[in-house]
């Protein structure tokens, strides 16, 4: 019964797994209420199958809703862990699980406690805010030129990069309340240069960008080119990253680097 919520735990990405855990631990949750109050009875193994299965189903069915029922996992993934774990104690041991019992009187306790203590720190881990944590999905960005090991002349090199699964905005930070819910969609770029001494970055610099054509919210672009001060020989590694409209980084980070000889 305990690999169920190890299942549960790999089911998917971001908010599927998290919505199925909520609604199973709601439902395990509510057959420990019942078992403490006489309604189901909980004495031996066999008894948790069909209360650990109606879990599994409303999980699965409640992945439809992930994107609202993820909310949740701050508090669910608490209550759940606690209900499993007393079921589990309830069906393999002696131990009675009728109220006023001391067994589901401290899982009450332990899961309201933990619901209210860790709801703050398991959503900003497990689920942030968007204007907290912007998450990436699936948006990548290629550097397409120069190549990577290349070679260019001292001065301003031109970088060419592409969005894939996204879009960029203006150059220039967008208010989070004008951009667009997907993170991806109007996106800005991060763009440093470092240069490399005996394989190690040194004198990191930020570089602001200038694209090449006009990128807006309503009109976002796939590709464009900025220039990228480069004025002494040596060896630059350019780090291009996606961020939100804003100028916040995403999570997991997006992206791309390469590494030129100025001569």
């Not at 990253?241 to 992206?255: A, C, E, F, H, K």
């Amino acid at each position: 019964m305990l690999s169920l919520l190890l299942t549960l735990g790999h089911a998917g990405p971001g908010s599927t797994w998290q919505a199925m855990v909520v609604v199973a631990g709601l439902v395990l949750a509510g057959t420990l209420v019942a078992a403490g109050f006489g309604a189901v009875n909980i004495g031996s193994m066999d008894d948790l199958v069909v209360p650990f299965a109606a879990a599994a189903i409303a999980s699965s069915l409640g992945a439809l809703g992930h994107s609202v029922i993820s909310d949740g996992i701050g508090w669910g993934l608490p209550i759940a862990m606690v209900a499993a774990l007393t079921l589990l104690l309830g069906g393999a041991t002696d131990l009675d699980l009728r109220f006023p019992a001391p067994l589901p009187m401290a899982a009450v306790a332990l899961a309201g406690v933990g619901a209210f203590v860790l709801y703050v720190p398991l959503t900003i881990a497990l689920h942030p805010p968007a204007e907290l944590v912007p998450l990436s999905d699936d948006a990548a960005v290629i550097i397409v030129a120069p190549d990577d090991g290349g070679s260019v002349e001292a001065g301003d090199a031109t970088v060419r990069v592409r969005i894939t699964e996204g879009s960029l905005g203006p150059a220039e930070p967008v208010p989070l309340e004008e951009l667009p819910l997907d993170p991806e969609e109007a996106a800005g770029l991060d763009v440093v240069v470092d240069r490399v001494q005996d394989g190690e970055p040194v004198d990191r610099v930020p570089v602001e960008v200038t694209y090449d054509q006009e990128c807006t919210v309503d009109d976002p672009c796939t590709e464009v080119a900025f220039d990228v001060p480069l004025p002494d020989p040596g060896t630059y590694r350019i780090t291009v990253d996606l961020t939100r409209g804003d100028g916040v980084s995403l999570s997991p980070v997006v992206r791309d680097r390469i590494t030129l000889t100025v001569g």
